[in-house]
């Protein structure tokens, strides 16, 4: 069991536990002032950051220790989160009273360009996403927060999930649960932090396992895989999927991409 898990779970995985979703943590001065100006302190001054950190990770070909357990700290207790699966998301999404889908912070931070692929979802009809300041898009405070059904955000993630997206869920300062996002690793900056060997984020729940009697070895899986967790080995008569469980983060893609149907997703 993770450490989330065992701190906020309640005998539960850490983000399948109501309480993480209750509206009364929002009674804390401190996460209603980071709600607030997320967008700008956590977003804004993340990509800037993010960049200045990927041409020092270039140079030197890792960050300084010290500076990695720091960032890992902090993000731990303001912004943390989790891969999990479509199935996750059906359970998850399935419960909720309310659901939004907002644009994508990392990628107008980044790029200026609206991409709706982010959900917030409140387990009471007195939701909390008002305090977000939608401004930050050149909307108004009435705009960007487009209301759904469970039915209809868990329908518009599952096409999500079949372009490539990997589904990740993410607190506003732990343990409320904030924000479900469909992104890129390229796009999104969390993922990105990945490739800085800095982990804000815990893998799924899940890994990606290969049924050897069905795997043909035609690499589809390695290509859609986004965390360079696939390989192959030669076996008699061609080649054959090997999964890296410690390097699988458990998003499901390759199991959607692979053509013979040789990869499920097991408890890790």
């Not at 999990?84 to 419960?95: A, F, L, Q, S, Y």
């Not at 300041?133 to 518009?156: H, R, T």
């Not at 390695?222 to 890296?244: K, N, R, T, Y």
């Not at 699988?248 to 997703?265: D, H, K, V, Y």
Request: glycine letters at 8%.
């Amino acid at each position: 069991m993770c450490e989330f898990c065992t701190k906020h779970g309640d005998g539960k995985v850490w983000f399948k536990n109501a309480a993480n979703y209750a509206n009364d943590l929002l009674a804390d001065l401190r996460r209603r002032k980071y709600i607030k100006d997320f967008f700008q302190s956590t977003i804004e001054e993340g990509i800037v950051t993010l960049g200045r950190l990927e041409v020092l990770f270039q140079k030197k070909k890792a960050l300084p220790q010290r500076l990695v357990n720091q960032m890992v700290a902090r993000a731990r207790e303001e912004h943390f989160g989790q891969v999990v699966t479509i199935e996750d998301i059906r359970e998850i999404v399935g419960k909720a009273a309310t659901v939004v889908r907002m644009p994508c912070a990392c990628r107008w931070a980044a790029m200026k360009k609206e991409n709706r692929c982010c959900y917030s979802v409140s387990y009471t009809p007195d939701h909390w996403y008002g305090e977000l300041d939608m401004g930050y898009f050149g909307l108004a405070q009435d705009e960007g927060l487009e209301s759904l059904n469970p039915e209809q955000a868990i329908a518009q993630m599952e096409e999500l999930d079949k372009s490539g997206s990997v589904h990740t869920i993410w607190t506003m300062m732990t343990p409320f649960i904030g924000a479900i996002c469909n992104c890129q690793p390229g796009d999104c900056l969390g993922l990105r932090t990945l490739s800085l060997d800095v982990e804000t984020m815990f893998r799924g729940e899940c890994v990606a396992a290969v049924d050897e009697e069905l795997c043909n070895g035609c690499g589809t899986c390695a290509a859609a895989c986004q965390f360079s967790a696939i390989s192959s080995s030669q076996v008699a008569g061609g080649f054959q999927a090997v999964v890296d469980r410690e390097q699988c983060f458990g998003c499901g893609l390759c199991r959607n991409a692979c053509p013979a149907q040789a990869l499920t997703m097991v408890s890790r």
